[in-house]
């Protein structure tokens, strides 16, 4: 996927969930040595209910350090949070409603 087709399908989830009342929130990581402490940072910043790991991160053999990284900051910093995956920034409502309402 190209960054544009990428922002699109952020652009129509956010819209898409905007109708569930929920709000996304991108956290958007490079490839650099501080992609897995920046995560770290936006998980500390607030609650986060679920966590989409896109498939950039996922599906990419060469990310999965950093898949696993997120992974385990996860379970640590923020452990009442939900982990999901999605299949494509289009799928995002998809996945949100296989875990929303929370305990549901």
Sequence with gaps: MTPQEVQAGLDKAA?????LGLTLENCLLDRGPDAAEAFRRTVLERHYDII???????LEPSMTPLFEKIVNIAREVTPDSILCFNTGP????????RWWPVGA
């Design 52 to 58: 989409i790991v896109g498939g950039g991160i996922r």
């Design 15 to 19: 819209d898409d969930l905007a109708t």
């Design 90 to 97: 289009a799928t995002h409502l998809e996945t949100v409603k």
